[in-house]
């Protein structure tokens, strides 16, 4: 495994550890009213962790089974254009996202009920893996950072095996920085309080925005990558 391969992953794996399941509703669980109970939150992060895990598993040996047969297509000339294409009409799209006006503070009340049932004294855990799969499951059609990790440990020349494993390491980054704060929010939590509250009412006014950030960054990593591919950079550096 290369270092470009593993910078890739890293980069991706922060990405998704911003995303509305892995931050904002473990921020929003932490700021609900009463007395903090970490180990509701920790179910709901070994939750969507081990969710997003075993739907890389299926598809990482989904593309196992078919890689031998899709590799001849995906290491053609075509192929690699039309990835550049799609890198970059991704980058323009994040740009014209990007330039929409924040909305004011909002909160989705059903989220919010969610969010205090859960983290009452009454709630089971199955209304925390709810919560956790609820958020999975409304973050589906946006996993393409998770879904660009899974395509390139998918070509990547590494056994099964290590591949989930990387994998695994890939969703522990994932909920890293929510269990971060959560320390934070246990040892020193008048420090943090107000900081969890500001990244909370960022978070919520500048999803677009937040979208549009990760849209880009995916555009440039499958543009560069076609350009690496299609020696462009090769042959630019000649024509200079």
């Known amino acids: ?77 075509p192929f690699q254009v039309a990835q550049l294409v799609f890198g970059i009409g991704l980058l323009g799209f994040a740009l014209v996202t990007g330039r929409r006006r924040p909305t004011g ?20 855990s199955k209304a925390l893996i709810g919560l956790a799969l609820a958020a999975v499951t409304l973050e589906a059609a946006t996993m393409l950072p998770y879904l660009a990790a ?22 522990a980054v994932m909920i890293l920085p929510a269990l971060v704060l959560l320390a934070a929010r246990l040892g020193v939590a008048e420090r943090v309080q107000p900081m969890l509250v500001a990244v909370n009412r960022w978070m919520a006014r500048n999803a677009a925005n937040t979208t549009a950030w990760v849209v880009g960054i995916l555009g440039f990593l499958f543009a560069s990558d076609a350009a690496r591919q299609l020696e462009l950079f090769e042959a630019l550096s000649k024509a200079i």
């Open 150 to 171: 899974i395509g390139l440990l998918g070509a990547a020349a590494l056994t099964l095996p290590a591949r989930i494993a990387i994998l695994a390491g890939y969703c």
């Open 105 to 124: 503070d909002t909160e989705p009340g059903r989220l919010v009920r969610w969010r205090e049932r859960a983290m009452t004294g009454q709630a089971s």
């Open 1 to 77: 495994m290369d270092a470009a391969l593993i910078g890739s992953l890293v980069v991706l794996a922060v990405i998704d550890s911003t995303s509305f399941g892995t931050l904002l509703i473990p921020i929003w669980m932490m700021l609900a009213p009463g007395r903090l109970q970490p180990a509701r939150l920790l179910v709901y992060l070994a939750t969507v962790a081990v969710f997003y895990l075993v739907i890389g598993v299926v598809l990482l040996f989904g593309a196992a089974v078919f890689l031998d047969d899709l590799r001849p297509a995906l290491e053609s000339r």
